[in-house]
């Protein structure tokens, strides 16, 4: 019986597009389609990120359009292969993973140059059983051919109904300024700006500085040659939802408690990685609040009014409220919601022995 309800649920995720024909596959009506850009291989949040939007996708409750990796290099682009290989259309109990080379991955070529690296898991692809056999199967054979970042957003873009897309950013700004820069091609004739405009309903950024916070955030910082053009292009008629720092400070998922939530595998990426690397390093959950927003939505959180926002030269955020404004941020919330939180983040790590 337990077989039947694993094989029931899988099925059931392949008809809502865990594993869909391509990018014009049908869709559930209500349900969020995503690209995800992130800068995978230096902070662990990333990776929960990730877990949570296929937690989500398996649920049926979001359909995950293709992944943008941020961070230049080949290996980090390999890492976001691995997770996308390991935990999309996978069998729970334990048979060979399908391929999850549906998802396609952007490939940051132009961007910002040696980044700071918390957390160096980038090796995580090359990782080995005791047998000396690799760990996790990939399902891209030349990263080299992998398509430029800005290239993947306006294929995927194009092929989407008209303000259907939430984007969720939880790393550098350069693909997303880089696609706001182009111009019409053989994939849309629309340049980048007026095909964000067509095409995305929200953005949902794991970044600004708002509230009592005064340093400059980080992200927008790293990339401050992007940043501006990101800012000055992005259509106003298209929301934006920041969720700076001090949002996620106060949900600490401990390393001890991410290797016993799967405790029922070591042959699991995001496990190997704190099994692997030093990640005791005062690693909290930004990430996540961005996804779990894009997917559950407004009463997930509390809000600012609505405003606009400006860019200072060092990378801080400033915010202007008024009613017609596009942006919104954020805000801190009691140690009750930063511990329900954390539970959803925990139950995405666990579901995939379990659920």
């Not at 902070?43 to 995950?64: I, K, N, V």
């Amino acid at each position: 019986m337990k077989h039947t309800v694993r094989f029931l649920a899988l099925a059931a995720a392949v008809l809502l597009g865990a594993c869909g024909k391509g990018e014009g596959a049908r869709q559930q009506a209500d349900v969020p389609l995503i690209i995800l850009d992130t800068d995978i291989g230096s902070s662990t949040d990333d990776l929960f990120a990730m877990e949570m939007l296929y937690h989500y996708e398996r649920e049926g409750r979001c359909r995950l359009l293709g992944v943008v990796v941020d961070r230049m290099g080949e290996d980090c682009a390999a890492c976001a292969d691995v997770m996308n290989t390991f935990f999309r259309c996978r069998d729970r109990m334990g048979a060979t993973p399908e391929k999850g080379g549906d998802l396609p991955i952007g490939l940051e070529r132009g961007g910002i140059a040696n980044p700071p690296v918390w957390i160096d898991y980038k090796a995580l692809p090359t990782y080995t059983t005791s047998e000396g056999q690799l760990m996790f199967e990939r399902s891209v054979s030349d990263y080299s051919a992998l398509p430029d970042g800005w290239r993947l957003y306006r294929r995927l873009l194009a092929a989407q109904p008209d303000h259907s897309v939430s984007i969720v950013s939880t790393g550098f700004v350069t693909a997303l300024a880089q696609l706001l820069q182009s111009e019409g091609d053989e994939l849309s004739p629309l340049d980048g700006a007026e095909l964000v405009r067509r095409k995305v309903k929200c953005i949902y950024l794991m970044g600004g500085v708002f509230g009592t916070s005064v340093e400059p955030d980080f992200n927008f910082a790293q990339g401050i040659s992007f940043a501006p053009d990101f800012f000055d292009l992005w259509p106003p008629e298209v929301d934006m939802v920041f969720s700076p720092m001090e949002v996620g400070q106060e949900i600490e998922y401990e390393p001890d408690s991410v290797i016993a939530d799967v405790a029922w595998t070591d042959i699991h990426p995001v496990k190997q990685v704190y099994l692997t690397c030093n990640c005791n390093t005062g690693q909290m959950m930004w990430d996540p609040m961005v996804v779990i927003h894009a997917v559950e939505g407004d009463t997930a959180f509390t809000l600012s009014e609505r405003g606009t926002v400006t860019l200072t030269p060092q990378g801080g955020t400033l915010f202007t409220p008024t009613p017609a404004g596009h942006c919104r941020y954020q805000k801190p919330g009691p140690a009750a919601w930063n511990a329900r939180m954390l539970q959803k983040i925990r139950a995405a790590n666990r579901q995939h022995g379990n659920g």
